[in-house]
C-alpha cells in the first residue's frame, strides 16, 4: 500500500484510521513526506504518539489529530495523497466515506488502502474460515482475553461486510467517489487486498 502511494518529500499525506502509527512511520520512511495521522480513538492515538517522540525524524513529519473518516476536519483538495488501513467495515456508509475521503485530496492524487478479506479460490477460503473461526480466536485466547475477542469479532466481521459489499462493489464506489484507474491487488492469498487510485476531477 506504501508502494502505491508514491509520494515526494515535499507532499502531504493524510493517513486516516492511523492506529498506532505504522503506516505514518512507514510513509516518513519510505518517502521523507510529511503525514498528518487521522484516528477516533485517543488510546490509538496514544499508543501513535508515544512512537512519534521516540524517533526524531518522525516528530519532524508526523502530527496526529481526532477525528473520523466520516467528517474529516479538512478543506477539500488539502492533502497530495491519502491512505487508509482497515476501515470500511467499521463505517455505516461506505459510498458516503469514500466521497469524504475523496474530497480532501487533490486531483491526481493517489488513495491507497489496505483491508482483510475473503480469498476467491475454495480451497483457500475453507481453510481462512478455519482459521478466522477457530485459529485465529484460539490463538488470541493465548495472549489475552481482549485479543480472544477480537479474534472472534474478526472473524464475524470480515466475512459479514464482504456479504454486504462484495469487492467488486468496492471497487466500483471508489470510482462513483471520483478515485480513477482503481488497482485491485489480493495478498497473502486471497486473505488480504490492497487497492489504489487517483483522485480525478469530478470527486463528489
Do not use: K, N
Request: hydrophobic share 45%; charged share 25%.
Amino acid at each position: 500500500m506504501v508502494d502505491a502511494v508514491g509520494a515526494q518529500p515535499d507532499q502531504r499525506v493524510l493517513d486516516v484510521a492511523t492506529g498506532t502509527g505504522l503506516v505514518a512511520q512507514a510513509l516518513v520512511r519510505r518517502y521523507g513526506c510529511s503525514v498528518v495521522g487521522l484516528d477516533q480513538s485517543e488510546a490509538m492515538l496514544e499508543r501513535a504518539r508515544a512512537r512519534v517522540r521516540d524517533d526524531e525524524a518522525l516528530g519532524r513529519r508526523v502530527s496526529l489529530v481526532v477525528g473520523e473518516a466520516e467528517r474529516l476536519p479538512f478543506a477539500d483538495g488539502d492533502f497530495d495523497h491519502l491512505t487508509f488501513t482497515y476501515l470500511l467495515r467499521y463505517v455505516d456508509d461506505p459510498a458516503a466515506t469514500l466521497r469524504e475521503l475523496a474530497r480532501v485530496v487533490r486531483p491526481g492524487g493517489r488513495v491507497a488502502s489496505l483491508e482483510f478479506a475473503v480469498p476467491p479460490s475454495v480451497l483457500w477460503r475453507a481453510a481462512w474460515t478455519f482459521y478466522v473461526r477457530v485459529g485465529l480466536p484460539a490463538l488470541g485466547r493465548l495472549v489475552s482475553r481482549d485479543w480472544f475477542e477480537t479474534g472472534r469479532f474478526l472473524a464475524r466481521s470480515i466475512p459479514d461486510f464482504y456479504a454486504r459489499h462484495p469487492l467488486e462493489q468496492i471497487a466500483q464506489l471508489w470510482t462513483e467517489a471520483g478515485i480513477g484507474s482503481v488497482t485491485v491487488r489480493r495478498m497473502s492469498l486471497g486473505g488480504g487486498v490492497v487497492m489504489w487510485g487517483t483522485r480525478s476531477d469530478d470527486a463528489r
